[in-house]
RNA sequence: GGGCCGAUAGCUCAGCUGGUAGAGCACCGCCCUUUUAAGGCGGGUGUCGCGGGUUCGAAUCCCGCUCGGCUCACCA
């Protein structure tokens, strides 16, 4: 077998280098290369002819280029031209203006960009001419000492430079970037080395992460890993995907949400426990739906869903404020504010504000069920669950920009909490919409075996009716609750909408690295 | 799944009611040692998304398809 490390070995010193076209590989795809991939493969031929390794095993580096902006872009001619700061620094050719026998040219490590200047006289005519082989996109390493033009920009004066990785492809347009939506998520390293500002998106979706860990880690939370593959798709109401164990010849779903597992561990005396990770659910793709996205799902013991308020507040105000600096930030059109108290609404008060009708009208079901039919004239089977939902969806959602809980919610619709206080057809749960999205969803969660029990035939009655959105009946899960739940409060919070949120983007797919697309051929 | 919009050079885009395919950047050749969307002179590198049709002639008009965006539906 060949080790793949020596697939591309050194040309040996005494003779010109092995069959270009092995040494040099073309696009991967396609037979057909175009004008500027054969002149690139040629001139890396020719780079490896002169002796560059064409590909070296690692890079000494004293500084990174975002390190080097940062300490010293700040300092004056004079001030840098004392400090004589020598510098060995990697990175990717972004731009070149050759002048003769000199150049300046920039290079980029994703983050941010500083400029290399090249004189024959200085890194000599030998260096001079292999760097006249290298292009924009190429990866190199650069070594010399930091100065400032007379425009008074960083500059490193290059003494000698190690090439470091060939971009056998041409990259973008310097000035209007990548802009074909589809080619930037089919090809994100595209966009990543383009537009700096998405590589910031995803910068403050790694921080949000790392800070929620710190945030639950904090308060005696443990984070937990439970099945992304279950033999029941439960703990929401979702299509979800289907995949088979050969060898239990078991059909498995992946999960559409953690909740039952981590309500078992409750159960098992983990008091306080979260989980960030991935849920599936086979339905449809839009702004705001991808079918794996990422959640972070918390319960803790003792708790209501009032309490799971004043965390949810304390959380996202603690997160905005450690990550922006701030308590408003915009969104589109809009400033968010995040401060407390966010605004509590219940979900029929919500109804009556959206739509106009008086709160006693919802006691009207035909009433309801009827305007609900006006709105959404498409939606054929309308019950009265389902119609407050049609009213909530076209007349309430998009206006709540400003973070507000919706408290209590039908409980028809949420098969796995406790009934509100004192009123049996309202859930004990919240949902918290800002900018029009649902952001989190809590509630006090159902703890009395034989109403869960209950709850889930229901569903599986719904589901005998044709309803496909129905919770299956988990008994086993009913079987952990007759070993005693204590009072619990759970709430899963949508990690790629929080993002969206902070970053003010529109759409999922800015947030997530890889949104799905359906697979093309290359051209 | 329905509706609307889009796909033209490596990238960003123009191309009208049908008549031999264009610009900027990038690229190639020449000049240029503090430039920075460097500059000067010269060069267009293309399966006009794919497949049919109409026509003397199609990037352009018609039909079908693929992929994407927005939107509605479905759905947190």
């Known amino acids: ?92 050719i972004m731009s070149v203006r050759l002048m003769g026998k000199a150049s300046f040219f920039h290079i980029s490590d994703g983050r941010s960009k500083i400029q290399v200047y090249i004189r024959a006289e200085k890194a000599g005519a030998e260096a001079y001419e292999r760097f006249k082989l290298l292009d924009i996109g190429d990866f190199l390493s650069v070594t010399g000492e930091l100065f400032k033009t007379k425009t008074g920009e960083l500059t490193v004066l290059c003494e000698s430079f190690t090439f470091m990785a060939k971009c056998l492809h041409p990259l973008p347009e310097k000035w209007h970037g990548l802009q074909d939506v589809e080619l930037r998520h089919r090809r994100r390293y595209l966009d990543l080395i383009m537009n ?33 593959m279950q033999p029941l ?13 050969n060898a239990l010849d078991l059909d498995l779903y992946l999960r559409i949400a953690p909740e039952l597992y981590l309500k078992r561990l409750v159960v098992g005396g983990m008091e306080k426990v979260y989980e960030i990770n991935r849920n599936f659910r086979n339905e449809g793709i839009d702004s705001e739906h991808n079918p794996e996205f ?30 922006l600096n701030k308590d408003e930030f915009p969104y589109g059109e809009h400033v968010i504010s995040l401060k407390r108290p966010f605004r509590r609404i219940k979900f029929r008060d919500a109804l009556a504000e959206g739509s106009g009708l008086p709160a006693a009208a919802f006691d009207d079901r035909p009433r309801i069920i009827k305007y609900a039919e006006e709105l959404a004239p ?71 075996p034989a109403e869960q029990k209950a709850r889930f035939e229901q569903q599986g009655e719904e589901r005998k009716k044709g309803n496909e959105e129905t919770h299956p009946v988990d008994l086993d899960y009913v079987q952990a609750l007759e070993y005693g739940l204590p009072p619990t409060g759970g709430e899963g919070i949508g990690i790629d909408r929080l993002v969206m949120l902070l970053a003010d983007r529109r759409s999922i797919r800015e947030v ?9 051929e290359e051209k």
């Open 233 to 245: 798709a439960g703990g929401a109401l979702a299509r979800p995907f289907v995949t088979h164990h």
């Open 512 to 520: 997530i690295l890889f949104p799905l697309l359906r697979p093309r």
């Open 1 to 92: 077998m060949t080790d793949p490390k020596n697939r591309n070995p050194l040309p040996s010193p005494s003779g010109p280098p092995a069959a270009p076209e092995t040494e040099a590989p073309g696009p991967a795809d396609g037979p057909q290369k175009s004008e500027q991939e054969l002149v690139r493969a040629d001139k890396y031929r020719r780079l490896i002819a002169a002796g560059a390794n064409p590909f070296p095993h690692k890079a000494e580096r004293t500084h990174s280029v975002v390190g080097l902006v940062g300490a010293y872009a700040a300092l004056s001619t004079e001030e840098l031209a004392a400090a004589r700061v020598r510098v060995v620094v990697p990175g990717r």
């Open 196 to 228: 700096p500002e998405v590589g910031e998106v995803f910068r403050l979706r790694s921080a949000v992460i790392s800070w929620l860990r710190r945030f639950f880690d904090g308060r005696g939370y443990i984070e937990v890993e439970t099945p992304m």
């Open 378 to 448: 498409e939606k054929k089977p309308v019950t009265y669950g389902k119609a407050l939902d049609i009213i909530f969806d076209k007349r309430v959602k998009e206006r709540l920009i400003q973070p507000t809980f919706i408290l209590n919610p039908p409980k028809e619709v949420s098969p796995l909490a406790k009934s509100a206080a004192g009123i049996s057809e309202e859930a004990a749960r919240f949902e918290l919409m800002v900018a029009g999205m649902e952001l989190a969803n809590a509630f006090s969660e159902l703890t009395d």
């Open 294 to 323: 990422t959640m972070i799902e918390f319960y803790e013991a003792y708790r209501d869903y009032h309490d799971m308020m004043d965390l949810t507040e304390e959380l996202f105000c603690g997160l905005c404020s450690d990550l």
